[in-house]
């Protein structure tokens, strides 16, 4: 099946810092990947819809400037958090549905910040 | 509003017990639904989609329009089915997920 991965799995960071995370797409090629935030023991809450080639897409409640996200090619879209807080410190991660497969979305491990 | 609810946080039953996982959703339109689960350390994975009509590893769930349900079941549960479950919904050929609370499924020896 087809393969998701984000970088870094885990990021321990001080408050006022930024931090990126990468989500890529292995095998295929995705025009439109998906990020969420997850609580502990909670479900997941989506964030934006990240969109090669144009702006990405924020869910009501999510801050674009705190949250940037860049989908500079069809394998890679990047979500920066921006002045770091320990209120950001979450587990995220991303989604991509294989082209021609709006139902399906294989989902990346997730990477876990921790802000201090 | 377009929500997901999964009333049971834990269900917890013995290994050959059946099993349902109770999931009820609002969409005002003909969404896509979903069970996706998430193993001990691994990433969340599809289990099943309303669309397919398949059984996975045992499990089915039908759409119930009428009761607005999406229920998973299983006849008889084994130790390995142990995981986290979430019922997703999709609407619009988006893509997006809505995702319920999700579900502990705990099968004991």
């Known amino acids: 099946g087809a393969v998701v991965s984000q970088h870094p799995s885990r990021v321990i960071c001080k408050s006022g810092t930024s931090v990126k995370i990468e989500c890529r797409s292995l095998d295929f090629q995705a025009t439109t990947m998906f990020w969420y935030r997850q609580f502990p023991k909670q479900s997941l809450m989506l964030m934006a819809t990240s969109n090669e080639g144009s702006k990405a897409t924020y869910e009501q409640g999510v801050e674009k400037d705190k949250f940037l996200i860049n989908h500079a090619s069809l394998t890679l879209s990047t979500l920066t958090v921006t002045s770091a807080h320990p209120e950001d410190s979450s587990f995220y991660i991303c989604?991509?549905?294989?082209?021609?497969?709006?139902?399906?979305?294989?989902f990346g491990p997730g990477t876990r910040l921790l802000v201090l | 509003a377009q929500r997901v609810t999964q009333p049971e946080k834990l269900l917890s039953v013995f290994k050959g017990a059946p099993v349902e996982l109770k999931c009820n959703y609002s969409y005002s339109g003909s969404p896509e639904l979903f069970w996706y689960v998430q193993y001990s350390r691994q990433r969340l994975q599809l289990l099943l989609r309303?669309?397919s009509r398949e059984s996975i590893k045992g499990f089915t769930a039908d759409l119930n329009k009428g009761e607005t349900s999406f229920h998973l079941k299983k006849p008889f549960a084994q130790e390995e089915d142990s995981a986290m479950y979430y019922c997703?919904?999709?609407?619009?050929?988006?893509?997006?997920?809505?995702f319920g609370q999700g579900t502990t499924l705990q099968v004991k020896p």
């Open positions: 309303h669309i």
């Open positions: 989604s991509a549905p294989v082209a021609g497969g709006q139902e399906t979305q294989y």
């Open positions: 997703a919904l999709s609407g619009s050929n988006t893509g997006k997920l809505i």
